[in-house]
């Protein structure tokens, strides 16, 4: 079974542009979540798709959004992009909600530059 | 403000050895305690979970030590290789998948 998927793996925009990234989480997962990865702050959330609707949001500004799709893919988008946004940026697939918690599993990530 | 306190930073040990990294949490709610391997340039992996009820896990080489009521859990390696090398996270999970990681612990195994 093929694992998790992002496009593109490696991206260098400039402050101001925007961003998109995508991720296809594994055959039958249906939640997709985003987190961001840096030196300082390390992993953190971002938010949680599941049947193409936010369940949860991390403590991040108004300018990352994402969406999910029918098929489960999901998109993230950073809006008027800053240095500090530089980051490795992480999408994880699961099967969804249920009576516990569900394993995640990641996808090697993009790496985004800011300049 | 950090959910998870993970400790060492950093651990060279050398083959052969045993590697130990510990973890705290405050929030009781949390019901999931994944270990993730991360190498450079890659995504993290799952390594090890485990949940509460149990207060212990093995999977090979790899341990899971869980203390509930010290909201303390801990990552074993026995036998530590040189590709054991990477850098190792713990995390904490609620039935949200909303998961919170430790600051991560670079391991170093010496051949």
């Known amino acids: 079974k093929a694992g998790v998927t992002q496009t593109p793996r490696y991206l260098i925009k400039t402050r101001g542009q925007q961003v998109t990234l995508s991720c296809s989480p594994i055959?039958?997962?249906?939640?997709v979540s985003w987190y961001q990865q840096t030196p300082g702050q390390g992993l953190q959330f971002l938010f949680e798709y599941f049947s193409e609707t936010q369940r949860n949001k991390g403590n991040f500004p108004g300018r990352f959004s994402g969406r999910q799709f029918s098929n489960s893919r999901s998109e993230m988008n950073v809006s008027t992009l800053e240095l500090g946004d530089s980051a490795l940026y992480l999408c994880a697939s699961s099967f969804g909600p249920g009576d516990f918690a569900d394993t995640q599993y990641f996808g090697p990530g993009t790496r985004l530059t800011v300049l | 403000q950090q959910q998870v306190k993970q400790s060492p930073q950093s651990l060279i040990v050398q083959k052969g050895g045993i590697s130990i990294i510990n973890c705290a949490y405050e929030n009781t709610a949390f019901d999931y305690f994944p270990w993730y391997q991360q190498f450079p340039g890659k995504g993290p992996a799952l390594l090890i979970a485990?949940?509460?009820?149990?207060s212990e896990k093995k999977e090979g080489r790899f341990t899971i030590s869980f203390n509930k009521s010290a909201k303390q859990f801990s990552l074993h390696i026995m036998d530590s290789q040189p590709g054991d090398s990477a850098t190792y996270f713990c995390a904490t999970q609620t039935g949200a998948n909303n998961l919170f990681f430790g600051t991560g612990t670079r391991l170093t195994v010496i051949p």
């Open positions: 055959s039958g997962h249906r939640s």
């Open positions: 485990i949940r509460p009820d149990v």
